[in-house]
C-alpha cells in the first residue's frame, strides 16, 4: 500500500500496536531507532516522527541538521541495513512526517542499534534477551554454525558406541525411514549417511548420539526426581543418569513406571492399564526436549514429578512464530508451522531410529495423547532461556483414586480385608500408585525400619497380591 498522509492519518486514528510506533520529533530519534531495530528483529513495521502518542498529527520542520542526525542513526544499525526514509508534507504546512518502514523477518537479522538488540512485543520495545538474541544469531548462520553440526576434531571412532550405531541403523531400516544399501555394513558409511561425520572429522552431533566419554559434553545428563508434595522441599528419589541420548531416553521410561500410578479405561469390552498420564506423551516429551536442547549451555534435561503434576525441562527457546500462551488444543500454530529445528542433524537421526516419530508433530502429538487420556491440556512456558512442560496429574481425589479404590477393594475389602492390618494396607496402596517401589524406599517414606517393611511385604507376597520383579539390586514390588 502507498505510503500517503491519508494513510497515515488512519493509522493515527487506530493508535500504535507492534507493527506501528509515533515519535513527536527527531529529539526522539534514538527512541525511535530503538524500535525499528525491534521492527526489523520481528515481522517488521512502521516508525512514524511527526505524530504524537495521542494520535495528533503535528509534523516537524526538516533542516539540513535533521538529515545529518538520521544518516548518523542509520549507521548505527548492525549488520548494515538500507532504509530509506520518506518524507510527506502536511496541508497548508511548511512541516512535515518522516517515515521509516522496517521489513520484517530478514534473514540478517538480529539486528543491534547502536550496539544493542532490541524486540518488539505488543507496542512497547525492550532489549532482546541473550537467550534469543544468541538463537537468531545460530539462525543467520543456517546450518553451518548450529552447534550440533561443528566439528570435533578431537573425537575418534574409538569414543563411539559401535554397537548404538548399528542398533539405530537397524531401527532405521526396520521403520523404512532409510532404505537397505551397503552402507549398512559399514558403521563409517552409516555415520557419513547420518551426516555426523564429513571428509573423516565428526561432528558434536556424534559425540552425543553415539558417545561412549562425555567430559566435554558436561550437558549429556537428564536430571530424574521425584518430590514429595508439590515443591522441591524433599526428594523421595533424585538420580542423573549420564550417556548419549539413546542411553539417556532408556532410563526415562521405567522412573515413570516407577512413580506414576496405572489407570484403567475400557475400550470397547476390554480393559486397558495405562499410566495416568499416557507414556507415549512423556516420552516423545523428553524425546523432544534432548533434540531441541541448547547443547551450549551446560543446562540439561530435567524431569520433575510432583504429587499433582510432571514437569519436563530443557534448556533452549521456542521459535519465534510458536508463542508459548498460543499452544493449545486444536491450534492452527501447531498444524501450520514448519519444523525449524536448531538441532538438525541430532533430530534427523533421531526420526531415523524411531524416537521422533513425525517431524514437526512433537507438540501435536503429546496434546493428542493426553486429549484421548481426559486430561488437562499440558502447559508449556518459554521463561528465561528454559522451556518447561507441565503435565497436571488426574485429580488425587478423583480420576486418580477411583482406580486405586476400585484395585484396593476389589483385591483387598473383598477377600482379605480381615486378613492384613492398616500398615499393609498403606504399603499395598502405595505399591499400587508407584510400581517397582522398592523396600528400601518403602521404610524411607514411612520412617519405618527395612525388617518392619520387609515382614509386611511379606504377608503381601504370601497372600499373592503383590510380587517381586527384577534382580536384587535394582528390581521392585508390583500389586497383581
Not at 308 to 320: K, T
Amino acid at each position: 500500500m502507498e505510503i500517503d498522509l491519508g494513510y497515515i492519518q488512519h493509522l493515527a486514528e487506530n493508535h500504535e500496536g507492534v507493527d506501528i510506533e509515533f515519535k513527536e520529533s527527531t529529539g526522539q530519534l534514538d527512541r525511535g531507532m530503538e524500535t525499528l531495530c525491534g521492527m526489523l528483529n520481528g515481522k517488521g513495521g512502521i516508525v512514524i516522527f511527526g505524530v504524537k502518542n495521542s494520535g495528533k498529527i503535528v509534523g516537524q520542520e526538516i533542516g539540513d541538521k535533521t538529515t545529518r542526525m538520521i544518516g548518523e542513526a542509520l549507521r548505527r544499525f548492525e549488520p548494515s541495513v538500507v532504509i530509506q526514509q520518506k518524507y510527506i508534507k502536511l496541508n497548508d504546512s511548511d512541516k512535515q512526517l518522516i517515515i521509516f518502514e522496517a521489513e520484517g523477518n530478514n534473514p540478517e537479522r538480529p539486528y543491534s542499534y547502536d550496539g544493542r538488540p532490541y524486540q518488539r512485543h505488543d507496542s512497547v520495545t525492550s532489549i532482546m534477551p541473550h537467550d534469543r538474541y544468541s538463537r537468531m544469531i545460530m539462525h543467520r548462520g543456517g546450518l553451518k554454525y548450529k552447534w550440533d553440526s561443528l566439528p570435533n576434531e578431537n573425537l575418534t571412532f574409538e569414543d563411539l558406541d559401535e554397537s548404538r550405531i548399528h542398533w539405530a541403523i537397524r531401527q532405521a531400516l526396520e521403520l523404512g525411514r532409510l532404505k537397505d544399501g551397503a552402507y549398512t555394513r559399514d558403521p563409517i558409511a552409516i555415520l557419513e549417511k547420518f551426516k555426523v561425520l564429513k571428509n573423516g572429522v565428526y561432528s558434536n552431533a556424534a559425540a552425543v548420539l553415539f558417545g561412549k566419554d562425555f567430559f566435554y559434553y558436561h550437558n549429556c545428563i537428564i536430571r530424574l526426581a521425584r518430590f514429595r508434595g508439590t515443591n522441591k522441599r524433599e526428594f523421595i528419589d533424585n538420580q542423573q543418569i549420564e550417556g548419549n541420548i539413546f542411553d539417556m531416553l532408556n532410563e526415562v521410561t521405567p522412573f515413570f513406571l516407577k512413580h506414576l500410578s496405572v489407570t484403567s479405561r475400557f475400550d470397547g469390552m476390554y480393559r486397558k492399564d495405562e499410566l495416568e498420564v499416557p507414556i507415549n506423551a512423556l516420552r516423545e516429551c523428553c524425546a523432544n526436549a534432548l533434540a531441541h536442547m541448547d547443547w551450549r549451555k551446560t543446562a540439561s534435561v530435567g524431569v520433575a514429578i510432583y504429587d499433582d503434576r510432571i514437569e519436563i525441562e530443557n534448556a533452549g527457546m521456542l521459535p519465534d512464530d510458536i508463542p508459548a500462551e498460543k499452544l493449545t488444543y486444536g491450534s492452527h500454530i501447531l498444524d501450520s508451522h514448519t519444523s525449524e529445528p536448531p538441532n538438525e542433524t541430532i533430530a534427523r537421526v533421531m526420526y531415523y531410529s524411531g524416537v521422533i516419530e513425525h517431524w514437526g508433530r512433537g507438540l501435536s502429538i503429546i496434546f493428542e495423547e493426553c486429549e484421548r487420556a481426559g486430561l488437562p491440556q499440558p502447559a508449556v512456558t518459554d521463561e528465561r532461556g528454559v522451556v518447561r512442560v507441565i503435565f497436571m496429574r488426574p485429580n488425587f481425589s478423583g480420576h486418580k483414586n477411583d482406580t486405586i479404590n476400585d484395585t484396593i477393594n476389589d483385591t483387598i475389602n473383598d477377600t482379605i480385608n480381615d486378613t492384613i492390618n492398616d500398615n499393609e494396607k498403606l504399603i499395598y496402596n502405595r505399591i499400587v500408585t508407584s510400581p517397582g517401589i522398592s523396600a528400601v524406599a518403602l521404610a524411607n517414606e514411612f520412617g519405618k525400619s527395612i525388617i518392619t517393611i520387609k515382614r509386611a511385604l511379606k504377608t503381601l507376597v504370601d497372600l499373592n497380591i503383590i510380587e517381586y520383579r527384577g534382580s536384587k539390586k535394582t528390581g521392585g514390588y508390583f500389586s497383581l
